[in-house]
């Protein structure tokens, strides 16, 4: 009886254990039978992973024009950040001629040495070759492109001089010389308005002092250089009486414009006939002889002293 109850019990234990096996693996994933890898339970709440957050990174400052309310159109002025400040200018050095200068003014001006000083310096540019200090009567070349100079003062006391110099201070004119000369002058170009002549006569002076055509000048270059060579400031100066050879005629807007040129005494003579010259005479610039003598060429004219 006894062996009965435990055979019993014995097969129901392993009835038990079979059943449960069958049902751990019903409920087991599709694993491999050659596996070996143990099986783990998974329970039904599983813990998500905390996830890793990203790092994003922060956009590039951008510059924003800032609007000018003044403008009306709306539109957007950049505004700078900084502002570059200039180098202070130093004061430059003088041509090493300005002590030509001094000892000039220290001895044909009687001027104290020791009182003498150069007070100020600057460099500039100049437009031709008179400097900004043109001398009454003479024609001066431009400048293409300007030309660098300087300007500079000498002063003693309570006196003080301009200069004007080229570049290399080999060229140097005292402007308040030239200033203060204190001669009455005239600008046959601006006074007669010469810059709308339209044709150029020369004629010579018979022995019977009859005016006779020589040359005709109608080149417009020729015609524009001649106006602007007289387009300076020329001195007046009382008359020698000399006889002209040449007497020149400009024609502007069908009005004669008359002028004695070039006597024995002075080839560089000008002389009007209008009545604001009152009986005087001035001079013109070796450069209305070359211009006019071209047109002279091969015709008889007067033998002048230095022609």
């Not at 540019?125 to 001066?140: H, L, N, R, T, V």
């Not at 002389?271 to 008889?300: A, C, M, Q």
């Amino acid at each position: 009886m006894k062996y009965f109850i435990l055979i019993i019990f014995i097969t129901f234990t392993f009835s038990l254990i079979v059943s449960c096996t069958e049902t751990n693996k019903k409920n087991s994933p599709n694993l491999s039978h050659k596996s070996n890898t143990p099986v783990v339970s998974i329970t039904k709440k599983t813990l998500k992973p905390t996830p890793i957050p990203t790092i994003t990174p922060l956009p590039s400052p951008t510059y924003t024009p800032v609007p000018d309310k003044k403008n009306e159109n709306n539109i957007s002025t950049i505004l700078p950040t900084s502002t570059t400040i200039p180098d202070p200018t130093s004061t430059p050095d003088p041509p090493s001629t300005y002590i030509d200068e001094m000892a000039k003014l220290i001895f044909e001006k009687n001027v104290t040495a020791n009182e003498l000083i150069l007070t100020s310096v600057k460099r500039t540019y100049w437009k031709d070759e008179s400097m900004d200090c043109p001398e009454p009567g003479i024609y001066y070349k431009k400048y293409n492109p300007p030309d660098f100079g300087y300007i500079y003062i000498l002063e003693s006391n309570d006196k003080q001089w301009e200069f004007h110099s080229n570049s290399t201070g080999l060229k140097t004119v005292n402007c308040d010389e030239i200033k203060n000369t204190n001669i009455p002058t005239i600008n046959i170009t601006k006074k007669n308005s010469l810059q709308q002549t339209n044709k150029i006569y020369i004629l010579r002076y018979s022995q019977d002092r009859i005016p006779v055509l020589t040359a005709e000048i109608e080149n417009k270059i020729d015609i524009e250089k001649i106006t602007e060579i007289l387009n300076v400031n020329i001195p007046l100066k009382g008359t020698y009486n000399c006889k002209p050879f040449f007497q020149i005629v400009f024609i502007v807007k069908d009005k004669e414009i008359k002028f004695d040129w070039l006597c024995k005494e002075n080839k560089n003579m000008i002389r009007g006939h209008e009545n604001s010259w009152d009986e005087s005479e001035s001079i013109v610039s070796k450069e209305f002889g070359i211009i006019i003598g071209k047109y002279l060429t091969g015709k008889p004219i007067p033998a002048v002293p230095g022609m």
